[in-house]
T-cell receptor, first 115, second 111 residues
Framework: GAGVSQSPSNKVTEKGKDVELRCDPISGHTALYWYRQSLGQGLEFLIYFQGNSAPDKSGLPSDRFSAERTGGSVSTLTIQRTQQEDSAVYLC?????????????FGPGTRLTVT | KQEVTQIPAALSVPEGENLVLNCSFT??????LQWFRQDPGKGLTSLLLIQSSQREQTSGRLNASLDKSSGRSTLYIAASQPGDSATYLC??????????FGKGTHLIIQP
């Protein structure tokens, strides 16, 4: 079956513009996670959804970041007024449930470059 | 706050050798631990997942162990091959949010 897909694979944007990143999880997976991997940094957890709700948004780096998930499936991560420090690879993962110890499966990522 | 450390940061060995990658974590209250590999410019591929109640998992030439009380895991790779060259990441899940990752071990297998 299909894995986690993300689009676009690459995005170059000018500083100050808004961007929207999309994640399509594995069918039937109720939990969805967003991470960020910056050059020279480790993987940083941003937010997770159980169904359509996000219990804790404190991992988002600033109030310019927001995320939503509708229909228990596709999720979008929106970054408003992008800054150069937002340049990173944004990874999405899904798992069968967020409440038990199931594996997280990752998508290929979206490489965001802010110029 | 959970912290995950991986040692060594980089490793280069000749093909055919057996090798061990180390991972340690500060908070033993975890639900599971996952080992991933990441190839350059690619996403993460899950290699092994160990539940908190388990001591080890095996897949082919890979064996991962977990000692939750001491906050340690090891990934053992037998008979290494050039195709094993990648960055190996260890991550733990505390159940409340996302995975906490180490910074990885960059592995090079020399043909």
């Amino acid at each position: 079956g299909a894995g986690v897909s993300q689009s676009p694979s690459n995005k170059v944007t000018e500083k100050g513009k808004d961007v929207e990143l999309r994640c399509d999880p594995i069918s039937g997976h109720t939990a969805l996670y967003w991470y960020r991997q910056s050059l020279g940094q480790g993987l940083e957890f941003l937010i997770y959804f159980q169904g359509n709700s996000a219990p804790d948004k404190s991992g988002l780096p600033s109030d310019r970041f927001s995320a939503e998930r509708t229909g228990g499936s596709v999720s979008t991560l929106t970054i408003q007024r992008t800054q150069q420090e937002d340049s990173a690879v944004y990874l999405c993962a899904s798992s069968q449930t967020g409440t038990t110890s199931y594996e997280q499966y990752f998508g290929p990522g979206t490489r965001l470059t802010v110029t | 706050k959970q912290e995950v450390t991986q040692i060594p940061a980089a490793l280069s060995v000749p093909e055919g050798e057996n090798l061990v990658l180390n991972c340690s974590f500060t908070d033993s209250a975890i639900y599971n631990l996952q080992w991933f590999r990441q190839d350059p410019g690619k996403g993460l591929t899950s290699l092994l997942l160990i539940q908190s109640s388990q001591r080890e998992q095996t897949s082919g030439r890979l064996n991962a162990s977990l000692d939750k009380s001491s906050g340690r895991s090891t990934l053992y790779i037998a008979a290494s091959q050039p195709g094993d060259s990648a960055t190996y990441l260890c991550a733990v899940w505390g159940g409340a949010d996302g995975l906490t990752f180490g910074k990885g071990t960059h592995l090079i297998i020399q043909p």
